[in-house]
Each structure stands twice: as structure tokens, then as C-alpha cells.
């Protein structure tokens, strides 16, 4: 029997050394081995037996030798991917270093120049200083005078404008300036505060000092070729979105391969209170010896010879200095791009409160140079599958969306006369400005018959512009994005949505006030640094009666926002919509409106602390509260900027003055929202000196102080704060100033609890105003758990009067999420002991 066993043991051992040696496979099983890869990378144990019975070439293979080649291949597959992720960091590292390298020389260059400036007016001084006659003095101006004369400024001969030799002497001598810019020192550069250099960064970013017009500069790293870098560049209405149009009117090819290109460039203007730019301009593109492409640019002026330019009416000539772009190939493949942009915009021409938009170098910086950078490496990414957008939206269909939103906004600003936009009278003040277009093709679009809509009388845009002072463009868009029910109106909304239907104009005119209404934003796509964010807006309508039911539905908005990021260097904050249908097409036609605010001061060097829109930390300067107010002032906010204000909507042909009135009088409504919000979101400029936050002193706030204490000493028998004085300021102060958060909501049986009160540590929790917090309903800010556990404990608190909920998580206004240890609801009573409202306190809460 020991015999028996013993054999069996050998046999056993056996068997797991033969399933454990080295199986070499046949091409055709590896081949059948792959597809069933393909398809499934980790089969199952059933799978893996199926397979061995459906391939007779796999029979003689053991079930864990399939399972081990199916592990070792994932494991071969996962290597190759990771092999591959270093190669390109390795590229990127290697191109990034070589950047590096020449703006390193470039900057001892510039050293090295002014440290000869500097010894020469030092050499000057001292000769000065040691001069005692008046011939002396003169001797001094005359080195001056032959310094000049020795470094005289280039004069540009005439040349004959029908001459394509002469185009080319302009040509080569912009291709010179240009790269003199682009890689020398002929602009003093000084780079811009955030843009740090690095294999994932946007790039080296800088911009002018002390030089004509305005001038930026940038270099980067991309993963496309040159060829499409360059077409993409020549583009410009793709990814310029104040340019208007780009013609080229005409093409001269060079003996050296290159072209020379004659184009008018019409831009918007970024407000209503200034006339918009155009550009004549010579382009030249070529090949350098090293096989780097250039794209230079500069306009045709009596100075630089050439053609005349066609004449412009309603535009402001504005003048383009030697820009472009130089594309070099990178080893291993992508391109390296050195970007300048360096125009004079005629600031003289516009009112001296707007001269700094266009005197701006990091204005320009963000609206042309870094939009361009930003441009490809977008294309780059969604090229190589970095980038993966849900909703079956193509990314070309989305970029097409955003640039739709912004050139209709555009144009709805600017009204141009040869867009078919027309002045309609004003009611006798001049605060908003009412435009019309009867063009069918405004809105419709040519792909829309005209019979499908017979009422259709056009377009109507009201718009308006103001100068604000003291508020972060960025901060302002944010609180307009995040709380559209304190400047909207539920009735206007339904009146725009109106015009998608089968029957546009069911709605006659918007209803004062609408209805109650809530909104849902559903992101769609955003760009690679989440700069610009392209989203759908669901606006929830509440109806209260059943006369409301038909009027008080669903909407939704097509939204593009901008330049939220309060560290943006000169960067404008927008905020663009359209009303859709709820499945809208990739033509769908799209009537935009919004906002646009525009820093009118640059900012300094100096990063802005991060802000929340609450009302309490409004008035906190920021977290260097021993600086001075000035100080503080300058750094951390633009002290001026100027906000454009523009609402397009349909009318019939009958209704055009009804729905004049209508919009003048609610942009006028919207204006009056909006400069309540941004006295209520700027900092203060009392700096380090203010004392305690303020307080709400209205009477009603302070009953409703006194009420929330005596309610829950009534029902809890404890103490919310101990207090020497029960007058009501002492109560209200430190109810305010408590450290816990309390809040209190409505208590309605036909509408969602929405919050009326807060103290300041409950605005810091929900990341909201005083004014904002109505917009907030109680079950929107409790997570699945939370929400369960209010209502599985509401009759309790109204039977009882108050419960205790148990430690969880709540969200906040901004999405953040918001950790507390415990909770406390109670009933607040009035005088007359009936329910006035529910009242919260959140204790040890923190964010998340």
C-alpha cells in the first residue's frame, strides 16, 4: 500500500513538472492566440478551456500554460506602453533642455548688451560730470549725436508696388527683424509670472518693455510636424477669436520655394465704446537652412512701400511690426514653436479710460500668443487620443461649437453695418444700445428655408458697457456662472427658447419675475489647461399653479466660460449662451448673449490668493495682512475693468418695438444685478485696518437671531452661546461670528426648503453670498446618505422639535465637498410659537 501511494506522489510530481516547462508555440497557435487577445486580453478559465476545444492546434497545450502566455503578454504589452511613455517624456525633456539652452544664450546676449549700455552711460556720465566749460557739454552731445549716427534706425526704401522683387527685398527684411525677436535681442523681454517652463507646460511665455506698441513672445513643445503646425497657424480665425475675417487677396510664389501672400485682416473690437482694428499686411512664408519653417508677418505701410491696402470705413488702421512664427523640427519627431506678436493698435484713437487694452503686452499675450500655443496643443493632444470627450461629440464638432459662440457674441457686440445690423431709436437715455438685423440668414442659417419660419422678422441685440472698479473679472464670472437666478429671469429665458420651436413665438413676450427656477450645469468639453469650459445648462422651472404648468418647463443652454482662473495674467473672464433644444444638432442655429470683462489694469507680478464667494471673506484682502492698502490694492486685484453686456434675441415682424422695449428694459434689470453683485464680491480697500466683518442690521435679522437661540433652548434645554446681554445686536454678533456653522431654510409643503440665513462660518461651508443663498435648496448641499438620513429623521424633528445627525458629508456651492462630525435641526419658533423655519448647525466642519 506505501508502494501504491509512493507511485501515485511520483506520478503527481511528474505531471506538475511536465506543465511547468518551457512550451514552445507554432506560428499559427500565437496567431490564434493573438485574436482571442485582441478581443479579450484576460480571458476566464472557462474562456481559456473553450479555446483549447474550438483550435485543435491548441490541444496539446495545458489550460496554465494558455493562462501564463495570456500573462506574459499583458505583462509584454504593459512594458512596451510604458517603454513608450518614457521614449516621449524623454523627447519632450531633450527638446525642453534644447529651449532651454537658447534662451539661456539669448539671455546672455541681453546681458552682455546691457552691460555695454551701462558702461557707456556711465562712461558718458562721468565725462559729464567732469566737464567745466560749455564746449565740454557740447562735446558730449556730439558722441551722442554720432553714437546715433553709428547705429542710425533702418529706413525702408519706396519700392514699386507692382514690382514682386521689391515685395521680396520687404519680405526678407521681415524675415530678418522678425527672427531678431524671436532669437536674439531686439525686443527687451521680460517673461511672464506663471508661465514656467516644463515637458507639460503651455511654455516660455514673455512679454515687451520699453519697446513700440505692444509685443509677447512665446516657445513651445508640440507633437505635430511642422507642415500642420503651420497650417494650423495660418488659420488665424481658428483660434484668434477676435479676428473677424482673413482674406487673402493675393499670392506671389518666390524663386527660393517660399510665398508671399497680400492680406486684410478685419478684428473685433472687445466692447461697445471702441472702434475695431484691420490689418494690411505682407506675409512671407519659407524654409531655413536647417529645415525650420517661417511664417513672418508685418504690415504695408507708406513707410515700408507696397501696395495700398483697401480702404476701411467703420475699422481704425492698425499696424502690425515684424511678427511670426518659427517651426523647427524636433528629433524623434513634433515641432518646437517660437511665437511673436508685436502690434501697434492706435490706443490714441480710443477713450483714455480704454487705452490700457491696447497698451496691454499681456493682454496680447493671452488673446494671440498663448491662444495660439494653446490652439495646437489642443490639436496635438486630441490628434494623438490624449483627450477622450463623451456625447459622441467629435472634438472638431465642440472647438466649432465654442469658436459659433464666440463670433456670434462678437457680433452682436460689434453690429456691423455690412453684417446687415441697423440702430434703432432710444427711449431718450442712452445707457443701452438696441440694434437690429432683418437678415433671415442671421439666425436661421442658409441651411434653413425661410418658409419654415414665415413670422420671422430678425434679430434684435441689446447691449450695454460699464466700468467697473475694484473686482476680479475672474471672481465676477464665476459668481454669474454659479448663480444665474440673481441676475436672470426665468420669463426672458423661456421668451429666447421660444424660437427653437415649430412655432417660435408661443411665448408673446417674458412674464416680470418668471418663475422659480434651479440650474443644472452639464459639462460637455473643456481645453487642456481647463481655461475655457464648454458646458449644457439645464434650467429647472417650478410651476406653483396649474395655469403655470405650461410655461414653467425645462430649458437648456449651450454655455462657453472663459478666464475663471484668478492667477491669469491679463486674461478677459466671458461668459457665453444659447438657448438649444434638449438634443441639439451639430447645426443647430445659435442666438448668443453674455458678458465680457476686461482688465483695464495689469496686473503685477504677484499670484492672487485664492478667493471664495462668500460675502463674510469678501472683505479680506488677501493672506499678507500687514501690507499696506495700496500695496494690497495693486497687487492682488485690477482696479478698473470695463464690462460688456450684450442680449440677443427673435422677434416677429409685428412685435419688433414690444420686444425692443422688453430688452432695453431687462439688460437695464441685468445691469442693476450685476453691479449689486460686484459690490458685494469686491475686496475692500481698507486692507489690514478693517475690523470685524460686518453684519446684517436689519430688524428682521435680528428677531430671527433671538428666535434661533430661544428655539433651541426650548427643545434641545441647552445653549447655542453663552451671551451677558440678550438685546438683540449681542445676539445677532455672536450667532455671526460663531464658529460652527448655522443656517436656516423655508419649511413649504408645495416647494423645495431654500436657505434665507446664514451666519458667517455656514457662507465660508456652502462657499456662497448672503445674496447667492436663496438660490441654494437644503437637499442640493447633502450628499445620498445625508439626504436619506434628514428624511428618515424629519418627523422626529417635527414631532419632537429637533434631532441630532450623525457625522457626514455636504457639498458646497462650488462642488467642494465638506466633512462635519456631528448635526444638530430644530424647529425655529416665532413669537406667536408657530413654525418659522428649520434651523442647522454643522459642528468641526472642514473641507474635504
Known sequence: MALVIHKDNSNNINKQMDSSKYVRYTPEQVEALERVYSECPKPSSLRRQQLIRECPILSNIEPKQIKVWFQNRRCREKQRKEASRLQTVNRKLSAMNKLLMEENDRLQKQVSHLVYENGYMRQQLHTASGATTDNSCESVVMSGQNQQQQNPTPQHPQRDANNPAGLLAIAEETLAEFLSKATGTAVDWVQMIGMKPGPDSIGIVAVSRNCSGVAARACGLVSLEPAKVAEILKDRPSWFRDCRCVDVLSVIPTGNGGTIELIYMQTYAPTTLAAARDFWTLRYTTSLEDNSLVICERSLTTSTGGPTGP????????????????????????????????????????????????????????????????????????????????????????????????????????????????????DGAEDVTIVINSSSNKFLGSQYNASMFPTFGGVLCAKASMLLQNVPPALLVRFLREHRSEWADYGVDAYSASCLKASPYAIPCARPGGFP????????????????????????????????????????????CSGVDESAVGACAQLVFAPIDESFADEAPLLPSGFRVIPLDPKADTPAATRTLDLASTLEVGSGGARPSSEADTNSYNLRSVLTIAFQFTFENHTRDNVAAMARQYVR???????????????????????????????????????????????????????????????????????????????????????????????????????????????????????KTLCSEFSKIMQ??????????????????????QAVAWKVLNDDDSNHCLAFMFMNWSFV
Not at 429637533?802 to 456651492?813: D, K, Q, T
Open 517 to 560: 427656477s434651479s440650474q443644472v450645469i452639464l459639462p460637455l468639453a473643456h481645453t487642456v489647461e481647463h481655461e475655457e469650459f464648454l458646458e449644457v445648462v439645464r434650467l429647472e422651472g417650478h410651476a406653483f399653479s396649474p395655469e403655470e404648468v405650461a410655461l414653467a418647463r425645462d430649458m437648456y443652454l449651450l454655455q462657453l
Open 669 to 787: 434689470s441685468v445691469v442693476g444685478s450685476v453691479q449689486r453683485v460686484a459690490m458685494a464680491i469686491a475686496p475692500s480697500r481698507l486692507g489690514s485696518q478693517l475690523g470685524p466683518k460686518p453684519l446684517p442690521q436689519s430688524p428682521e435679522a435680528l428677531t430671527l437671531a433671538q428666535w434661533i437661540c430661544r428655539s433651541y433652548r426650548i427643545h434641545t434645554g441647552g445653549e447655542i452661546f453663552q451671551v451677558e446681554s440678550q438685546s438683540g445686536d449681542a445676539v445677532l454678533k455672536r450667532l455671526w461670528h460663531h464658529s460652527d456653522a448655522i443656517m436656516c431654510c423655508t419649511v413649504k409643503t408645495n416647494a423645495s426648503p431654500v436657505f434665507t440665513f446664514s451666519n458667517q462660518a455656514g457662507l465660508d461651508m456652502l462657499e456662497t453670498t448672503l445674496v447667492a443663498l436663496q438660490d441654494i435648496m437644503l437637499d442640493k448641499i447633502f450628499d445620498e446618505a445625508g439626504r
Open 311 to 426: 480702404p476701411s470705413s467703420c475699422f481704425v488702421r492698425a499696424e502690425m511690426l515684424p511678427s511670426g512664427y518659427l517651426i523647427r523640427p524636433c528629433e524623434g519627431g513634433g515641432s518646437i514653436i517660437n511665437i511673436v506678436d508685436h502690434v501697434d493698435l492706435d490706443a490714441w484713437s480710443v477713450p483714455e479710460v480704454l487705452r490700457p487694452l491696447y497698451e496691454s503686452s499681456k493682454i496680447l499675450a493671452q488673446k494671440m500668443t498663448v491662444a495660439a500655443l494653446r490652439h495646437i496643443r489642443q490639436i496635438a493632444q486630441e490628434t494623438s487620443g490624449e483627450i477622450q470627450y463623451g456625447g459622441g461629440r467629435q472634438p472638431a464638432v465642440l472647438r466649432t461649437f465654442s469658436q459659433r459662440l464666440c463670433r456670434g457674441f462678437n457680433d452682436a457686440v460689434n453690429g456691423f453695418v455690412d453684417d446687415g445690423w441697423s440702430l434703432l431709436g432710444s
Open 800 to 821: 419632537q422639535g429637533f434631532a441630532y445627525l450623525p457625522a457626514g458629508i455636504c457639498v458646497s456651492s462650488m462642488g467642494r465637498p465638506v466633512s462635519y462630525e
